[in-house]
């Protein structure tokens, strides 16, 4: 049976024009062409299989001859030779390719290929399909649960293991030290947080109204929910490094990522009937004391 690109699953199915951008070819019409291939699509196939392989949530690590664990330094799992593995072993309706002709025939470098690959990964349709499909039930507790308390506790907790559990984000990790090397690399993170966070954002419209609340002066809702998305991913890295830190309690009012959560909505919240007031930056210096120093 005879393959397409509409016969990929999404979101290898969609238009990658302006998202891979480095194959090779004379012509803009074979570029043009090659760009939306099953050939080019079956690549960024194989390259994705490797980062969730190598990055998703860890399974036991058993020991090696010698006492050692098996340990991955950066990107060294995406290499020419893994990659031409991987894709030979494809599954159909993806196009398996044999040996390193057809990858090099594609792309003039091996670094080019990871650009295009890492601006297709953090592109926003990738990161439903991994992380969108719970959203909807999370963003419902914040709105309708009895306890917006309770709610807040709940989200967060699930929100952050969520997190952990996602390749892309312990891929963004790593992308991110290193993005003084790549210009390009600011791109890909900045599309990736553009799909993740426009869906949040209308969550907490939804939520604030809701429960009878708006945003205090001084603050816009990109602003919200940008802080809220900081204090996540800084707790997601946390608990990636520390899991058993224990700051996610799962009793009410011992999750420390929701306290900070309900800090913050405490400050940016207020009463929808309440006049307008003053931003937290004025509230706070005005309650300021003045410090005095001793002779």
């Known amino acids: 049976m005879t393959y397409g690109k509409k016969d990929l699953p999404y979101p290898y199915s969609q238009d990658f024009s302006g998202i891979v951008t480095r194959v090779k070819g004379v012509r803009e019409t074979t570029r043009a062409a090659l760009v939306n291939s099953l050939k080019v699509a079956s690549y960024l196939k194989a390259g994705a299989n490797l980062v969730e392989r ?15 664990k098996e340990y991955w ?10 990659l031409s593995r991987e894709v030979a072993n494809l599954e159909e309706p993806f196009l398996r390719q044999r040996g390193t002709g ?8 091996h670094d080019d290929y990871l650009n295009d690959l890492l ?12 992380y969108g499909a719970e959203l909807e039930t999370r963003g419902d ?21 969520a997190i952990c559990r996602m390749p892309l984000f312990r891929l963004q990790l790593i992308v991110c030290a290193t993005a ?9 993170i900045a599309s990736n947080y553009a799909g993740a966070l426009a869906p949040w954002a209308k969550v907490y419209e939804q939520t604030i109204a ?18 809220l998305a900081a204090i996540v991913e800084g707790f997601a890295i946390r608990q990636l490094g520390d899991p058993g830190s224990d700051l996610l309690g799962e009793e009410s009012g011992h999750n ?19 006049p307008r007031g003053p931003t937290l930056r004025e509230e706070f210096e005005g309650v300021q004391q003045p410090i005095e120093y001793g002779e």
């Open 256 to 274: 420390l990522a929701g306290m900070a959560i309900l800090g913050m909505m405490n400050s940016y919240l207020v009463l929808a009937d309440e």
């Open 73 to 82: 330094s950066g990107l060294n799992f995406l290499s020419e030779r893994a």
């Open 102 to 109: 057809p990858y090099r025939s594609t792309w003039a470098s």
């Open 210 to 227: 809701t429960r009878g609340y708006r945003l205090r002066e001084g603050i816009t809702l990109e602003q919200f929910t940008n802080i």
């Open 54 to 68: 190598h990055l998703g949530a860890p399974k036991v690590v058993t020991p090696s001859g010698d006492g050692c």
């Open 119 to 130: 601006a297709f990964l953090f592109h926003e349709m990738n990161y439903d399909p991994q």
């Open 180 to 188: 003084d090397r790549n210009d390009g690399i600011h791109d890909t």
């Open 141 to 161: 507790w914040l709105a309708t649960d009895d306890s917006f308390v309770d709610a807040v506790d709940r989200s967060i907790l699930h929100e952050v293991m």
